[in-house]
């Protein structure tokens, strides 16, 4: 399907996680952080969970770990023998910048970007706050918000950088069939509705061939703070949880929490703050199930349940399966003085294609229309034309390390309509 581009008013998203980067600028750096970047502008952030695999390279094997991520392929590593794995011919591209990253949420680097404020329990993260990223792009009044606080202050300017889905991970104790667990889609709005309460349940034993899963009952763990990727997944759930898009499914299943990213779960449902804690508690719990984003469940080795998607074809959260979903997106611009200036894909909430992961998303980058350091403003803007397929090149490329991590690179159209917002309104 062909991509449109509408420049109504306009301008992550997740996360996922995916998902908000907030990334600062130290105006005068202390000591310490001089002797960190001795020729470099340090450029810190925090944001979307989803990203911090593909960021800073927790969780991966070399020649991708930690090594090999965005920010320390693309600036100079923190520390700089990041910049050197093993195998990789790698960074820095930028030797002028160099990055930090702590993930918060996606709620909560929205919030440091407006008010340039690091966001708390981040203390590692100095202030302004230079650019942020979220899985739930911007809406409201956060549209014409200007940013507060010194040396920045303009409005924020929004960009899709990475695909990446929401896997339904879990530790059933199990011996699922060898092509994989399948959920079908009145089977999985039963079990995130707290309606299906045991892996032995008919529904999940009739999707898989009629064998007997598990006698275990079922523990799901979702986000309980402000998360990109509890906004995909409540709005995914919101659109397919009903009688017009599943026939046949009960009414009991029928998604009544609302989209946001946080839902009133169901008293019974483990609670976690971060994705990495959501993973943490599968991996280590029996009769589990929740969901992550696919880069955290690579990283954990964690199965994720292939997942019935609305052409009736069960479907992982793979690179090509959410790549699949995002060719069926629409490019939105919108935002108002100047117009344009923020991207969102929209029809993702319920993708058409055969091949598609049905709960995938695309983390968004904000910055600012106006920068008081000349250095930061060259700095995000070319990191994000580098992250995008931009020059200059590296080895590994950009979209190398994010495949390798469990992310999607975007498809081509959505890169060049991100490429042309950032160069258009990043001074």
Same mark, same amino acid.
């Given at each position: 399907?062909?991509?449109?581009?509408?420049?109504?008013?306009?301008?992550?998203?997740?996360?996922?996680?995916?998902? &908000?980067?907030?990334?600062?600028?130290?105006?005068?750096?202390?000591?310490?952080?001089?002797?960190?970047?001795?020729?470099?502008?340090?450029?810190?952030?925090?944001?979307?969970?989803?990203?911090?695999?593909?960021?800073?390279?927790?969780?991966?094997?070399?020649?991708?770990?930690?090594?090999?991520?965005?920010?320390?392929?693309?600036?100079?590593?923190?520390?700089?023998?990041?910049?050197?794995?093993?195998?990789?011919?790698?960074?820095?591209?930028?030797?002028?910048?160099?990055?930090?990253?702590?993930?918060?949420?996606?709620?909560?680097?929205?919030?440091?970007?407006?008010?340039?404020?690091?966001?708390?329990?981040?203390?590692?993260?100095?202030?302004?706050?230079?650019?942020?990223?979220?899985?739930?792009?911007?809406?409201? &009044?956060?549209?014409?918000?200007? *940013?507060?606080?010194? $040396?920045?202050?303009?409005?924020?300017?929004?960009?899709?950088?990475?695909?990446?889905?929401? *896997?339904?991970?879990?530790?059933?104790?199990?011996?699922?069939?060898?092509?994989?667990?399948?959920?079908?889609?009145?089977?999985?709005?039963?079990?995130?509705?707290?309606?299906?309460?045991?892996?032995?349940?008919?529904?999940?034993?009739?999707?898989?061939?009629?064998?007997?899963?598990?006698?275990?009952?079922?523990?799901?763990?979702?986000?309980?703070?402000?998360?990109?990727?509890?906004?995909?997944?409540?709005?995914?759930?919101?659109?397919?949880?009903?009688?017009?898009?599943?026939?046949?499914?009960? $009414?009991?299943?029928?998604?009544?929490?609302?989209?946001?990213?946080?839902?009133?779960?169901?008293?019974?449902?483990?609670?976690?703050?971060?994705?990495?804690?959501?993973?943490?508690?599968?991996?280590?719990? &029996?009769?589990?199930?929740?969901?992550?984003?696919?880069?955290?469940?690579?990283?954990?080795?964690?199965?994720?349940?292939?997942?019935?998607?609305?052409?009736?074809?069960?479907?992982?959260?793979?690179?090509?399966?959410?790549?699949?979903?995002?060719?069926?997106?629409?490019?939105?611009? =919108?935002?108002?003085?100047?117009?344009?200036?923020?991207?969102?894909?929209?029809?993702?909430?319920?993708?058409?294609?055969?091949?598609?992961?049905?709960?995938?998303?695309?983390?968004?980058?904000?910055?600012?229309?106006?920068?008081?350091?000349?250095?930061?403003?060259?700095?995000?803007?070319?990191?994000?034309?580098?992250?995008?397929?931009?020059?200059?090149?590296?080895?590994?490329?950009?979209?190398?390390? &994010?495949?390798?991590?469990? =992310?999607? $690179?975007?498809?081509?159209?959505?890169?060049?309509?991100?490429?042309?917002?950032?160069?258009?309104?990043?001074?």
């Amino acid at each position: 399907m062909a991509f449109n581009c509408d420049r109504q008013s306009n301008r992550l998203a997740s996360s996922i996680s995916v998902l &908000a980067i907030t990334i600062g600028l130290v105006a005068a750096q202390s000591a310490s952080e001089k002797s960190l970047a001795q020729t470099s502008t340090s450029i810190n952030g925090a944001g979307a969970s989803t990203v911090n695999t593909l960021f800073v390279g927790t969780g991966t094997t070399a020649p991708f770990s930690p090594q090999g991520s965005w920010l320390n392929v693309y600036g100079v590593g923190n520390p700089p023998s990041l910049n050197n794995p093993a195998g990789a011919v790698n960074g820095p591209v930028n030797s002028g910048v160099t990055f930090k990253y702590a993930p918060v949420g996606s709620g909560a680097g929205i919030t440091a970007f407006f008010t340039q404020t690091p966001p708390a329990g981040s203390p590692t993260i100095p202030s302004p706050v230079s650019f942020a990223a979220t899985d739930d792009p911007l809406t409201g &009044a956060n549209v014409e918000r200007v *940013a507060t606080g010194s $040396p920045n202050g303009g409005k924020a300017v929004q960009v899709p950088v990475v695909g990446v889905g929401i *896997a339904l991970a879990f530790n059933a104790g199990i011996n699922e069939p060898a092509s994989g667990l399948k959920l079908s889609r009145i089977t999985y709005c039963g079990i995130l509705n707290g309606n299906i309460t045991n892996w032995s349940d008919a529904r999940i034993k009739a999707d898989n061939g009629g064998k007997v899963v598990s006698t275990l009952p079922i523990k799901v763990v979702v986000r309980q703070d402000s998360s990109g990727s509890t906004f995909v997944l409540s709005n995914h759930l919101d659109a397919i949880c009903k009688p017009s898009a599943t026939p046949g499914i009960p $009414p009991a299943y029928i998604w009544n929490r609302g989209v946001g990213t946080t839902v009133k779960w169901p008293t019974t449902f483990i609670k976690e703050t971060g994705g990495g804690a959501v993973a943490t508690r599968i991996a280590s719990t &029996a009769g589990t199930i929740g969901y992550v984003d696919s880069a955290t469940r690579l990283a954990k080795n964690l199965p994720a349940a292939l997942l019935q998607n609305k052409s009736g074809s069960y479907v992982g959260p793979t690179t090509a399966g959410i790549q699949n979903a995002l060719s069926s997106g629409k490019i939105v611009k =919108y935002g108002a003085a100047p117009a344009g200036r923020l991207i969102r894909i929209d029809n993702l909430a319920d993708p058409t294609r055969a091949s598609a992961y049905p709960i995938s998303t695309v983390t968004y980058v904000l910055f600012y229309d106006k920068y008081a350091s000349s250095t930061i403003a060259a700095g995000v803007r070319g990191f994000v034309n580098w992250a995008l397929g931009g020059t200059p090149t590296s080895n590994p490329t950009a979209d190398n390390i &994010a495949t390798a991590r469990g =992310y999607a $690179p975007l498809p081509s159209a959505i890169k060049d309509a991100s490429r042309t917002v950032v160069n258009t309104f990043i001074p």
